[in-house]
């Protein structure tokens, strides 16, 4: 989670920037970054506004030290919270917030994840199956791949990785658990190349890419997180307060798309003369449609390419 740039440079920082920043200027403005990840973002935001208070969310406990380092200078202005992001309305009451100013998602695994060479996230070096972003879950990928029947596993590889050849993956991998089990990431890659056929692995990115992103999605339950999570968000922002989330595959814009939608139209029931004030939109999206990095930061930073950028502001209270 967090920052899926490298660290330096968070993934569109100033368009980020641009669409929480009127939401942030007044003085006592609170703001949630839902993923703090290495705290880019964050800190970019508590110096553009000194008047801002933050409170950083991580599931990671690495996230969270490290942020706390990044962080030190804006002291008391800064509360970090370890848990997982759909644990927000428990965050802001235990912190005594009843509403904020702004809340950011920046979803996915961080880049320092995916460079740990321990955590196995990614698919280009050989690590362990594990997958966790808290190092203190039980689940492991290896637990997935290893105990998983075949048509759970393939469930999994279809609905969270949209992988075409999910099936036959599924059925190698039973096969080759059966010999030994599945303990490292680049076992896990010949599988993959070997179920894949020939010409379908010459497109559309490295082959295994669709099976890690699903492996690691339910490992962390991350969808089931986020459609908790986009809810309680937008329920804890004041009039004039804003939202802004960078999704970085189909599957968790798709979540954000829909919640974002679902507040801002108006929800009068078909057939009546004249709409409803209590179904008024809640809030206006400030995007339309995703936006995308540009191509001079996708050069700069390659894991920018897939992020997808969609945001709104809170037009009226609740009914």
Known sequence: MGSAGTGHQPVMRDRVAELLGPALEPAGAVLVDATIGRAGHARALL?????????????????????????????????????????????????????????????????????????????????????????????????????????????????????RYARRIADAVVRERARAPLQNTARLVEIVLASI?????????????????????????????????????????????????????SLEDRVVKRELAARSADATPRGLPVPLAA???????????AERPSAAEVAVNPRAQSARLRAAERIRAAA
Do not use: C
């Open 279 to 289: 179904a008024r939109p809640q809030f206006r999206l400030l995007t339309r449609g």
């Open 47 to 163: 110096a553009a506004h000194p008047g801002l208070s933050l409170i950083g969310i991580d599931t990671d406990a690495t996230a969270i030290a490290e942020s706390r380092r990044a962080l030190t200078e804006f002291g008391e202005r800064v509360l970090l919270v370890q848990a997982w992001y759909d644990e927000l309305p428990r965050i802001l009451a235990e912190a005594g917030q009843d509403a904020v100013q702004g809340v950011l998602f920046d979803l996915g695994v961080s880049s320092p994840q995916l460079d740990d060479p321990l955590r196995g996230f990614a698919y280009s070096r050989d690590a362990p199956l594990d997958m966790r972003m808290n190092q203190a879950s039980e689940l492991t990928a290896a637990d997935v791949l290893n105990t998983y029947p075949a048509d759970r596993l393939s469930r999994v590889l279809r609905d969270y990785g949209e992988e």
């Open 197 to 249: 056929p020939a010409p379908a692995r010459r497109t559309g990115g490295h082959p295994a890419k669709r099976t890690f992103q699903a492996l690691r999605i339910e490992v962390n339950g991350e969808l089931t997180a986020l459609a908790r999570a986009m809810p309680a968000a937008l329920d804890a922002i004041a009039v004039g307060g804003r939202i802004v989330a960078l999704a970085y595959h």
